[in-house]
Nanobody
Framework: VQLQASGGGSVQAGGSLGLSCAASGSRSIVVRGVMGWYRQAPGKQRELVAK???????LYGDFVKGRFTISRDIRKNTLYLEMTGLNSEDTAVYYCYLHKSGVDYWGKGTQVTVSS
């Protein structure tokens, strides 16, 4: 399984960005594993942003407060994260994550920078 994240960039505070994570190597993997987004800011631990759980419900980090939406496209085998109302504290490297059959997979991160 390979995860390829894209869509990061720079935006001003209050703006929006969308991230994508294309999964390859296994058909329909986006619904056959626990898949989501984590982020890591400089000097901080990696933290959960949003994920689909094993029963397909969604779980968001406390800091999200309704600003982000996670979604997936089974046909495209792609996970998405739509982010609105961004602030400087959202500046981080965002990672796509998959857990399946006892194995963790991580994509290369994509940088999100929010300027105030």
């Amino acid at each position: 399984v390979q995860l390829q994240a894209s869509g990061g960039g720079s935006v001003q505070a209050g703006g929006s960005l969308g991230l994508s994570c294309a999964a390859s190597g296994s058909r329909s993997i986006v619904v056959r594993g626990v898949m989501g987004w984590y982020r890591q800011a400089p000097g901080k631990q990696r933290e959960l942003v949003a994920k689909f759980t094993a029963d397909s419900s969604t779980l968001y980090g406390d800091f999200v407060k309704g600003r982000f939406t996670i979604s997936r496209d089974i046909r495209k085998n792609t996970l998405y994260l739509e982010m609105t109302g961004l602030n400087s504290e959202d500046t981080a490297v965002y990672y796509c994550y998959l857990h399946k059959s006892g194995v963790d997979y991580w994509g290369k991160g994509t940088q999100v920078t929010v300027s105030s």
